[in-house]
């Protein structure tokens, strides 16, 4: 994992964990004004970096993240937002509780079991995007069961994505994210958490459900009009704004 700070070291430290197959560069862009306020973290999953072994799994990668807060901020920071899969890691961080995350925000968090096979046929729609630049019909369709509109999402997603993934880091990552399960252990988190998904995401409210059934401190704000990805990468300068109210 490779972990990227920008912003003063005076500041309050946030962790910023990007979406499925990003290039946290772009995630970056679109949150970069946050640095005036913060100390941004920002890693960058194994699998998804210039010189990177392949993608491994969700708890080793937390398992990284909290080794490097623990050595680096002595195991607590300020706050932690993550879009996508990174909500999905922020999750996975809430369950180990092994570190202290202050406020955390999850922007489109899908744990909503979906299954082998539609991990599987995503893996291959995404291999085929990465290999070959070509946006299969099928891919329209997953789309518009996230709330986006496709030609919208396939501009952002050939802008954002890291495309130099190996085929194995894309099959262990689509794997691990389409048979993620929440486990009861995030009961046990005390941690303030912050729901935010578009009225257009009924894979991210049914996710929500799902947590709010362990979740003992926790608000819910779901943005009428809004698909998957669309606060962040269409809005990033309010999302940064809202971001910046919400943890304080």
């Not at 789309?143 to 030609?151: A, H, I, Q, V």
């Not at 689509?174 to 399960?181: D, P, Q, R």
Request: some cysteine.
């Amino acid at each position: 994992m490779l972990f990227n700070e920008f912003g003063s070291k005076e500041n309050p430290a946030v962790l910023l964990l990007h979406g499925m197959m990003q290039d946290w560069h772009s995630e970056y862009e679109f949150l970069k004004p946050l640095g005036k306020y913060y100390r941004l973290i920002i890693p960058a999953q194994d699998g998804f970096y210039e010189g990177s072994g392949n993608f491994t799994s969700f708890a080793d990668q937390a398992r990284q993240i909290e080794e490097y807060v623990c050595k680096n901020y002595s195991g607590k920071i300020h706050g932690a937002y993550g879009a996508s899969q990174g909500g999905l890691m922020l999750t996975e961080l809430l369950t180990r509780n092994k570190i202290d995350m202050g406020k955390v925000i999850m922007d489109g968090c899908y744990v909503a079991h979906q299954g082998k096979i539609a991990g599987w046929v995503t893996y291959k729609m995404f291999c085929k995007i990465k290999n070959e630049g070509k946006f299969p019909l099928s891919m329209h369709i997953t789309m518009k069961l996230m709330g986006t509109d496709p030609e919208d999402m396939k501009n952002a997603l050939m802008a954002d994505l890291y495309l130099k993934a190996s085929d194995e880091s894309v099959r262990r990552n689509f794997m691990e994210n389409y048979t993620y399960h929440t486990r009861p252990e995030i009961a046990k988190t005390k941690t303030k958490v912050y729901l935010w998904c578009g009225s257009k995401e009924p894979y991210a409210i049914k996710s929500h459900n799902i947590l709010k059934k362990y979740l003992e401190n926790y608000e819910e704000d779901i943005m009428t009009g809004y698909g998957h990805g669309d606060f962040l990468m269409k809005h990033s300068a309010e999302c940064c704004e809202k971001i910046r109210k919400t943890l304080g």
